[in-house]
């Protein structure tokens, strides 16, 4: 970024893109999909004829192109995170929209300069070269994540929703637990998977399991409160879809006496990949992933 008083276009064009992105986020309630980024910018920013110019290699718009370059920064800064297709605002981030577009674009260059300075064998005066080429290599790996993450998430959508509910008991059995119980066909009570930390269910806290295989349909307050109704002394609720849950089903399993945990379509997938070389391999076969490594910088 230029060491001049005023921002650069580039980083002006970013700066008021990544704050109204934040403010969207914090309204959501704290994230936003990857793949709503373009349209809500072209639809809620006022964007001049150059910063909806095609340019660089790959012809992008450049204010999508400055958005990511410099959604780095802000990453590095600690004022959002980005994870499975997902941007997440964090208390950082909030704190730091405080100090408006450029306050808080200063700030994100500040930190990922120092971060970058951190790194091993790295001269302390980062050129504007050296700094494009080190972000050009960030992209490129996220590009790559994404298109890895929107495969399996194709692959989870096209199984239907006894697939999804012997997959969330896998899950649990790599986990460590015993799941005795995964409902047939048919109605289930409420309950999809029965989970124990023992073999024989002695021990508390036993869980039950409400699996929704809704990809494109957020969970409503409505199924939170029947898994809840169906909870005894001892119990504890799972509520797991492929897709996302409603503010008001979150806020539903915040309040009352047991405790309940809700999982998301991308948290199933991040506890699949971390759990996955515990799985059996016919339990792998639902879902199975192939690791392949990447040159990394070991932050």
Not at 55 to 74: E, H, L, N, P, V
Not at 195 to 220: E, F, M, N
Request: proline share 4%; net charge neutral; aromatic share 10%.
């Amino acid at each position: 970024m230029k060491t001049t008083k005023e921002l650069s276009r580039s980083a002006a064009c970013a700066a008021k893109c990544l704050m109204a992105l934040m403010k969207e986020m914090k309204k959501r309630g704290g994230s936003i999909p990857t793949k709503e980024i373009d349209s809500f910018i072209t639809s809620n920013v006022p964007l001049t004829d150059w910063e909806k110019e095609r340019a660089g290699k790959m012809q992008y718009y450049r204010y999508m192109t400055m958005t990511q370059f410099y959604s780095i920064d802000y990453s590095k800064a600690g004022f959002i995170v980005k994870k499975n297709n997902v941007w997440y605002l964090t208390t950082e981030g909030e704190e730091a929209m405080k100090l408006g577009e450029e306050g808080m674009m200063r700030a994100a260059n500040q930190a990922y300069r120092k971060w970058v300075k951190e790194k091993p064998i790295v001269s302390d005066d980062i050129t504007e070269t050296e700094e494009e080429s080190e972000k050009e290599n960030i992209i490129n790996l996220e590009q790559l994540e994404s298109e890895a993450i929107d495969g399996i998430k194709e692959f989870i959508r096209k199984k239907n929703p006894y697939d999804f509910q012997f997959m969330v008991a896998a899950l649990l059995r790599a986990m460590g637990y015993h799941t005795p119980f995964v409902a047939p066909k048919g109605k289930d009570g409420g309950v999809d998977v029965l989970a124990y930390v023992d073999p024989l269910g002695a021990q508390i806290p036993r869980i039950k399991v409400q699996v929704k295989h809704y990809p494109d349909t957020p969970i409503g307050a409505p199924d939170i409160r029947g898994l809840v109704g169906i909870l005894s002394d001892g119990d504890i609720g799972l509520f797991v879809t492929s897709g996302t849950f409603s503010s008001a089903a979150k806020q539903a399993a915040s309040i009352g006496k047991s405790y309940l945990r809700l999982i998301d379509g991308n948290e199933f997938i991040e506890m699949w990949q971390q759990f996955y070389d515990k799985m059996s391999d016919e339990d792998k076969n639902m879902l199975p992933l192939k690791r392949i490594a990447f040159l990394g910088n070991n932050e």
